[in-house]
């Protein structure tokens, strides 16, 4: 798994430039005769704050598409909530209707499309925790959680799975 983005990181590149800094300054004393070492430390500077920078700008690129992202899983959330809380608050479900259904497809895949984008490293992991608890409340109810694990005995969700939410501790019925 790759590790998850984070937009803390955001703090650590002045850390970064600073140990670059230190570990070419190290260097520079003990590797370069002491008559050439002038000349050497604005290179090491350049090359200390070219890396940060690097970095920096790598960290800026993949803030953007988060932003990005979140817009999108948010925007598509926004569009099926009414009906998940609608199909959630439905009492004594024993066959759900095809509408419903199809509607608890697309949340089913907007939560694997979310898993696959955290999984790879695009969505903040205080973001993924959060929304993790936003399907745990629809997975705690029986007529959902059944259909849904279900569908994901057919290995089609970029593997994601019911264990990967928090623990509750009763389903609703």
């Known amino acids: 798994m790759h590790k998850p983005f984070s937009l803390a ?14 570990f070419l300054v190290f260097l520079i004393f003990f590797i370069i005769p002491e008559t050439k070492r002038g000349d050497a430390y604005l290179p090491a500077t350049a090359i200390a704050a070219g ?53 608890l497809f697309d949340y089913f895949n907007l939560c694997a499309e979310e898993y696959l984008y955290y999984k790879t490293g695009y969505i903040d992991i205080e973001v993924w925790q959060s929304w993790l608890k936003g399907m745990n409340y629809f997975a705690d109810v029986r007529h959902i959680r059944d259909l849904w694990s279900e569908e994901l005995s057919n290995g089609s969700y970029y593997g994601f799975t019911l ?3 928090p623990k509750s501790n009763d389903s609703q019925s």
Do not use: M, W
């Open 9 to 22: 990181k955001r703090s650590r590149y002045p850390i970064v430039f600073l140990s670059v800094f230190g």
């Open 163 to 165: 264990e990967l939410l």
């Open 51 to 103: 890396f940060a920078y690097f970095l920096y700008s790598q960290h800026i690129q993949e803030t953007k598409l988060f932003i990005e992202l979140f817009k999108q899983f948010n925007k598509k959330y926004d569009s099926l909530n009414e009906a998940l809380n609608k199909i959630a608050n439905q009492k004594q479900v024993t066959v759900l209707s095809q509408p419903d259904k199809q509607f």
